[in-house]
Antibody
Framework: QVQLVESGGGVVQPGRSLRLSCAAS????????MHWVRQAPGKGLEWVAV????????YYADSVKGRFTISRDNSKNTLYLQMNSLRAEDTAVYYC????????????????WGQGTLVTVSS | AIQLTQSPSSLSASVGDRVTITCRAS??????LAWYQQKPGKAPKLLIY???SLESGVPSRFSGSGSGTDFTLTISSLQPEDFATYYC??????????FGQGTRLEIK
């Protein structure tokens, strides 16, 4: 079955960097777009970024544009989120999620989601 | 960005009750809406996509309806495992994808 496992979260000081990973299995990773979605403690869901199946197209939420970079390594079945210039408001559980469509980046829902990794930005 | 407003924000109900949650979009989104269920400490789980299509494996007591700006998620007969927070998400226009603020369904 499809499985997504995030890692790389932790406590980091404001202004520092962190890289999250999402290991995928159970499907042809290189055929699907992938997303990052975050959830601040006790809050709702916020979409962060999407990358196309081949990495050629990337889109970001305004709140992270210019600071976060989404990437993927299809040879390793792994999705990444490089987070720079972190702020307190970036504190959240970060989920990776699979896009519904293969070989095309088109509007869709997210299914399934990983279990999430917690990022805490604090001095 | 398209804004989604869910109502109510919280709801108390009993096992066996019929429950309806509403999601209103700030502009028309056709049928490009999904519903998710999230339990504490867990990832969201897809229930409904394309406003009314039931995801495989999801019990038939869950149903979705609506198009344009107004949508509903209905649980026909609440079960103990249904107490959770529910989110709607639009995929008509991106970036960004947007979610409703959530509806917390609690046991009465």
């Amino acid at each position: 079955q499809v499985q997504l496992v995030e890692s790389g979260g932790g406590v980091v000081q404001p202004g520092r960097s962190l890289r999250l990973s999402c290991a995928a299995s159970g499907f042809t990773f290189s055929s699907y777009g992938m997303h990052w979605v975050r959830q601040a403690p006790g809050k709702g869901l916020e979409w962060v970024a999407v990358i196309s199946y081949d990495g050629s197209n990337k889109y970001y939420a305004d709140s992270v544009k210019g600071r976060f970079t989404i990437s993927r390594d299809n040879s390793k079945n792994t999705l990444y989120l490089q987070m720079n210039s972190l702020r307190a408001e970036d504190t959240a559980v970060y989920y990776c999620a699979k896009d519904n469509w293969n070989y095309v980046l088109a509007p869709c829902w997210f299914d399934p989601w990983g279990q999430g990794t917690l990022v805490t930005v604090s001095s | 960005a398209i804004q989604l407003t869910q109502s109510p924000s919280s709801l108390s109900a009993s096992v066996g009750d019929r429950v309806t949650i509403t999601c209103r979009a700030s502009q028309g989104i056709s049928s490009a809406l999904a519903w998710y269920q999230q339990k504490p400490g867990k990832a969201p789980k897809l229930l409904i996509y394309d406003a009314s299509s039931l995801e495989s494996g999801v019990p038939s007591r869950f149903s979705g309806s609506g198009s344009g700006t107004d949508f509903t998620l209905t649980i026909s007969s609440l079960q103990p495992e249904d107490f959770a927070t529910y989110y709607c998400q639009q995929f008509n226009s991106y970036p960004p994808y947007t979610f409703g603020q959530g509806t917390r369904l609690e046991i009465k």
